[in-house]
């Protein structure tokens, strides 16, 4: 079974691995947020790319979710040492090897889609994982405070303000004219099944969606989505302040109608939102919180069965259907 999956950071890796699990036979292809990309001390950073590859080739520091497992930070103290800034984004010194590789290769001339593939080749994910464009893009938050109304780079509104300054506007700066990634458009042409995983809604698969022709290929494939949002809380992180900066609620049900039922046919939501009701769209309840990897492969078998469901009742032909048994 080919399975396509678009992909943020901490969440969307945690579920990847559970999906890894729940159909380790399938073909998967990862499509990753780069909005949060951002250039620190001359290195090019790619936090949700790094997160999946570091979550599923087994480096990944699981206690924080994101970062190498049994990291130093002496480069970062002596930075700080020397008064440099930003101050308020950690690097590690095993992490910032993966930066200068991906940062000598993108001067040499090589598309990030070439740097990430080269990359994987250490790790092993065991998928494969496209950035959803080669082209520039970031995430830029407007905001008001003491200096006025301004924007700044979303890594500085997520990271040293916590989302605590309200964000008025969310802009993926860029996405105009970023084309797809070499691999996207065919991966989801190709894709058995596509897969949302409870990444944010906003700037993590939001922005994915973004990107010229990537919504319009995802339309006629079968969609599962996993809601991020549990009880009017978001599973982790801070959705709901990105979510209100776009005018959404923090509900399962308002996740699904900004997706639309253009876009998602199933919907996965948690036990206590089993109320949530779209038209054109089959929604089950499931428990959602990935406590272990045991309970994130549960929430990719049933993504998977509600998908395989579907796919069998549209009943659109083999370039969309795939085997009853194909699910894991």
Known sequence: MRIV?????????????????????????????????????????????DTVMYTLGGGIDEEQGWGRQK???????????????????????????????????????????????ALCARWQPGVRLIPMSDDRTETHVVVSDERGRRAIHFQEWWVRLRASVPAEQIILVGADAARPAP???????????????????????GTILQIKGVREALEPKTVVGVSPIVGGAPVRGMADACLRAVGVESSAQAVLELYGSPLIDGWLVAEEDAGVRLDG???????????????????ARAALTLARDLAASRNTGPQSAFRMGDAG
Request: with cysteine; net charge negative; charged share 20%.
């Open 5 to 49: 999956s678009l992909a943020g950071g901490i969440g969307g890796a945690r579920f990847l691995r559970g999906l890894l699990s729940a159909a380790p036979d399938s073909e998967i292809t990862v499509i990753g947020n780069t909005g949060d990309d951002i250039t620190l001390y001359g290195l090019q950073i790619c936090p949700d790319l």
């Open 71 to 117: 990291e130093s930070h002496v480069v970062k103290e002596e930075l700080a040492a020397y008064g440099m800034e930003p101050q308020w984004f950690g690097l590690g010194d095993r992490d910032i090897a993966t930066h200068i590789v991906r940062t000598q290769m993108l001067a040499a001339g090589y598309p990030l889609s070439a740097v990430t593939e």
């Open 183 to 205: 691999g996207v458009l065919q991966a989801i042409a190709d894709a058995d099944v596509v897969i949302l995983p409870p990444s944010n809604p906003v700037v993590s698969i």
């Open 281 to 299: 769209v089959r929604v089950e309840a499931r428990p959602l919180i990935m406590y272990d990897a045991e309970s994130a492969a549960a929430i």
